[in-house]
């Protein structure tokens, strides 16, 4: 039996990015793969304000993964240290318009001054009451699903009493709705390993622009896209 069709909301409420393409974009021009994620890295901040204006309330950014770590060891020493040097930059001007910021996946493999400055920025915006911006670094879904397994096992919650409710209070996104609309940039079609509980019933929009050149226009357009299809509730 197949379901009603309902139209979703004009905007949605969560929106998930995989911010791909960064290396291709600095190569394409001739300039260091790290350059690409520095402009990448400035590309976020953007975007979320830019999502949080058109009135999404929650965003989340995909930018390094658990199998990320796998990539040359002078890109990943660049990678971290572009994110210390700009976190500052970021949480300045995210804290400024009253965003809440997260951070989802694990942080034990940061060095710890890293580490106790990004608790830091999460303890400092946690009170906040715009839009929430959740950065994915370090983060892996299957990992998130495993850990969330593990500590529900220890929590002593007997097995009749799990439910989908349940289980989502131990994930890294405790607290924030499942993905409305998931967005990946770079030509690329596949979910990477990214929110595969949350994703379940996401809208999905891919686009073959790189993520340094995703502007406000090209949030307009998925926004716009987001807000043609229709949802099927219950049913294939």
Known sequence: ????????????????????????????????????HRVGLEKAGDAVLGLAAAGVSFITLFSFSTENWKRPKEEVAGILRLLAEGLERTVKDLNAQNIVIRHLG???????????????????????????????FDYGGRAEILNATKRLMKSGIKAEDVEENTFARYLYTAGIPDVDLLVRTGGEMRLSNFLLWQSSYAELYFTDTLWPDFSRGDIEKALAEYARRQRRFGGL
Not at 1 to 19: D, G, L
């Open 106 to 136: 694990r942080l034990d493999r940061l060095a710890p001054p890293l580490r106790h400055r990004v608790k830091e920025v999460v303890e400092k915006t946690k009170d906040n009451t715009g839009a929430v911006a959740s950065f994915a």
């Open 1 to 36: 039996m197949q379901s009603a069709e309902t139209p979703v909301s004009s905007v949605p409420r969560h929106v998930a990015i995989i911010m791909d393409g960064n290396g291709r974009w600095a190569t394409a021009r001739g300039l260091p793969r790290l350059e690409g």
